[in-house]
């Protein structure tokens, strides 16, 4: 069964930094590109990021928003993928889900809050 | 990036009747060379991660009953519920995936009348 399931959500001030981990299993994580999406409670959803596989160099690309703010990083030895956010700002408050693709089906995981908020 | 438009914001349906939403682009969706549109729809219910209904704009995810349909080209896509169902309430978003950043439409809430 594939899983990905996020963790690292927490209250964090303006300015602060917060490590997001998606842990995944049930699948080849490796040969896997893993995106991150968010969505601010009562908000749509926005898409932040993506890491590709090591087959495309562990390609990332940001939506502007985040861009030199976030990164994203992944360990294949732990199936797991990271959403490393620093300079935080209230607008990045949000659930953030990890999500992949693959064999024409798409899986996410629940989601972790990240609350910015002095 | 690419903008997406969704209409209308939100939708009342009786139970029984068609819901059909709209999808506009900005700029085309569709990759030439393998003749695919890179548009997926997905489905949201309180409380729950997206469920995907739609990728490729009309290939239907596995265990999506067949009264929903994806339909459209270039810039312009629908969603169709052909009979509504109690279990349809959700909020339906468009994505397109042809182009980084992978943009959303905004939404649209789709409740019984």
């Known amino acids: 069964e594939v899983q990905l399931v996020e963790s690292g959500g927490g209250l964090v001030q303006p300015g602060g930094s917060l490590k997001l981990s998606c842990a995944a299993s049930?699948?080849?994580?490796?040969?896997?590109?893993i995106h991150w999406v968010r969505q601010a409670s009562g908000k749509g959803l926005e898409w932040v990021g993506r890491?590709?596989?090591?087959?495309?160099?562990?390609?990332?690309e940001y939506v502007a928003s985040v861009k030199g703010r976030f990164t994203i990083f992944r360990d294949d030895s732990n199936n797991t993928a990271y959403l490393q956010m620093s300079s935080l700002k209230t607008e990045d408050t949000a659930l953030y889900y990890c999500?992949?693709?693959?064999?024409?089906?798409?899986?996410w995981g629940q989601g972790t809050l990240v609350t910015v908020s002095s | 990036d690419i903008v997406m438009t969704q209409s209308p914001d939100s939708l009342a349906v009786s139970l029984g009747e068609r819901a059909t939403i709209s999808c506009k682009s900005s700029?085309?969706?569709?990759?030439?060379?393998?003749?695919?549109?890179?548009l997926a729809w997905f489905q949201q219910k309180p409380g729950q991660p997206p469920k995907l209904l739609f990728y490729?704009?009309?290939t239907r995810e596995s265990g999506v009953p067949d009264r929903f349909s994806g339909s459209g080209s270039g810039t312009d896509f629908t969603l169709t519920i052909s009979s509504l169902q109690a279990e349809d309430v959700a909020v339906y978003y468009c994505?397109?995936?042809?182009?980084?950043?992978?943009?959303f439409g905004q939404g649209t809430k789709l409740e019984i009348k």
């Open positions: 999500t992949t693709n693959f064999d024409g089906a798409s899986y």
């Open positions: 994505q397109q995936y042809y182009i980084t950043p992978y943009t």
């Open positions: 700029q085309s969706v569709l990759y030439s060379p393998n003749n695919k549109t890179y």
């Open positions: 049930g699948f080849t994580f490796s040969g896997s590109t």
């Open positions: 890491i590709r596989s090591k087959a495309h160099s562990y390609a990332t």
């Open positions: 490729w704009a009309s």
